[in-house]
């Protein structure tokens, strides 16, 4: 406790006076800034063996007057109703100090980590109405951490406050923290401990948590990933045997997901029709322990599911993510080993007509549309016609390395020939197709191919 030169103070701990806690009213003669300030603030103490200490100090100030005898400040923590107090006792000023401003310093206060404080600072006698308050959180700067990517590890530095152990873990944030490894426990006596937690994945869900040994302690969250969202833009799931497409993040989402056709590289991804889903949370293969990522590794489903049933496997049928965290873009069925059907366009048998044949490793049902391309995307569509399948016995293996016609419609030559006309032809037989088309066809030597 310090009062500057010229003044003796007194300093006494206790518990909060009882009599202090009825107030009196003041005198006319005091204003009610009597107290002009109460700053806070954290400070660690060392004592080699013993260890260090976390310690609250109080500075006040206040206005000398002939009716004020000390000054009572209580600390009170929110977790666990503990309350300590201490009284300085200031001699009455004379007729000559009064009205002088007075800085009083008290001793410091015993806290630990992530403690929640309210620190009241009253008058002796406690005058109505006189009386300054701030609530104070004790865990700035008491947690560092590192992260080393290379070997998957966060390494986390605790400094200690020479009160109660604490516990170190790594949790994933949903609708509470799940464990995502055992805690650790700090001992309490030490000046510092370092702490090694490994994880598997850099989720922005992954946080770090700290909080003190004692109950019901309030918890310091971090989440050293929270910038990092690729991870979870590339959860995606596909089931061959029901041919459903999921996505199933490891943390949970708010938005919107719909599946979009994507004509080319850098064209915008327009929106498939009954599509769109909420994101709530994750999304999952129905059939327990049937599906397969696109990373080769079965899907979690005991999350919420939200998925898309029988989904043609196109190279342009993509994913949309409208989420809190952005817009994103992701088209899994690029990958080569994906089976993709095509179609190509061909001189028909009867003379001024052209076929349109499709190609799949499986059976399929189809159908072609012609579309004039205007200045407008999509073009406008007319003309559907289903194409007639190919009899199993008539398909021809043909070369191994090429797919079988499986289906074909002879069109007239003249409409498809027509300028700015797109022949487009789509997969039936599932519930979510996008198209291929062909578009300003060179008539005198007709074979095209879309793929």
Known sequence: MFCPQGFACKS????????????????????????????LSTAIKCSPPDGCSLLLRVNASLTLHDSLQGLEVCSTSLDTQET?????????????????QLQVHFDCFKVGVAQTLYVTLRTVPHFCGVQLGQQYHTEAEKLSYWVDR??????????????PDYYVRLCLKRFICEDAGAPVRVIGNRVSRRVSLPYSQELSCLCL???????????IQTCPFKNDTESLWD???????????SWEPACPMRGRVSLCWQPGPGA????????????????????AGMGAGMDGQGPDVSSPQVQYPLVDTQPQL???????????????????????WKMAVQPA????????????SGPARFQVRLCHQGKTWPPACRRLLQATPVPAASVSQGDSAEDPAVAFVDIPGDEACAPSTCIQGRRTDVQFSVPQQLCNLQCAATQETAA
């Open 12 to 39: 006494l701990v206790s518990r909060g006076n009882i009599f202090n806690s009825f107030c009196q009213q003041p005198p006319a003669s005091m204003p009610r800034s009597v107290l002009g300030a109460l700053v």
């Open 84 to 100: 300590q107090c201490q009284t300085v006792q200031v001699p009455r000023a004379s007729h000559r100090q009064a009205g002088q």
């Open 150 to 163: 290379s070997r998957k590890v966060i390494l986390v530095r605790v400094p200690e406050s020479g009160g």
């Open 209 to 219: 948590e700290v909080w003190s040994a004692t109950p019901d302690a309030v918890r």
């Open 235 to 245: 959860a995606i799931r596909y089931h061959p045997g029901s041919q459903a497409l």
């Open 268 to 287: 915008h991804c327009l929106e498939l029709k009954h599509s769109g889903r909420p994101a709530r949370g994750r999304v999952s293969v129905p059939q």
């Open 318 to 340: 993509c994913l949309k993510f409208s989420t809190s965290l952005g817009f994103q873009v992701r088209c899994p069925f690029k990958q080569p080993r994906f089976p993709a």
């Open 349 to 360: 048998p009867a003379p001024g007509r052209l076929r349109v044949a499709f190609f799949s």
